[in-house]
């Protein structure tokens, strides 16, 4: 998903929608109002449902609207990662495993330094650090 095309979208649709639950919410009341002056019960109870369905559609518009700012942030978080030479990128000086961020989007801090066995046998060794998810040593 392209996420520039996401929050380009948000601003352009969100307000309208906002206005248009608003406008479909005072026309749902007017159409309630005459329901009940005419006293159909079959009229009263589709009104009932469309107000149902209304609530629904609004539930899931702010729902919607929540995802979009989780994709935000993904957006924001994308534009200030630096890929340090090792590989890992940092949070405030702390070393965070790139690959479970492109991966899964999960915000992983790497573990402690570790010593990784670099020649054979185990005879030399090297200090980096190692993710706790995906198991990725730095
Ligand atoms: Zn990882």
Redesign the pocket.
């Known amino acids: 998903m392209n996420l520039h095309i996401v929050t380009r979208c948000d601003i352009i649709t969100q307000g309208a929608i906002m206005s248009i639950l608003k406008d479909a919410y005072d026309v749902l009341k007017d159409i309630k109002n005459l329901a009940e002056k005419v006293k159909s019960k079959p009229v009263i109870d589709k009104v009932l449902e469309l107000q149902s369905m209304f609530f629904e559609i609004r539930e899931e518009n702010e729902s919607l609207k929540k995802e979009i700012e989780k994709y935000k942030n993904i957006d924001e978080v994308n534009k200030n990662i630096k890929i340090t030479e090792d590989g890992y990128y940092e949070v405030e000086g702390v070393p965070h ?1 790139i ?2 961020w492109q991966k899964d989007r999960k915000v ?1 801090s790497l573990q402690k330094p570790v010593l990784f066995g670099a020649g054979i046998g185990g005879m030399s060794f090297m200090e980096g650090y190692s ?1 706790p ?2 198991k ?1 040593e730095y």
């Open positions: 495993c690959t479970c992983i993710c998810v995906c990725r």
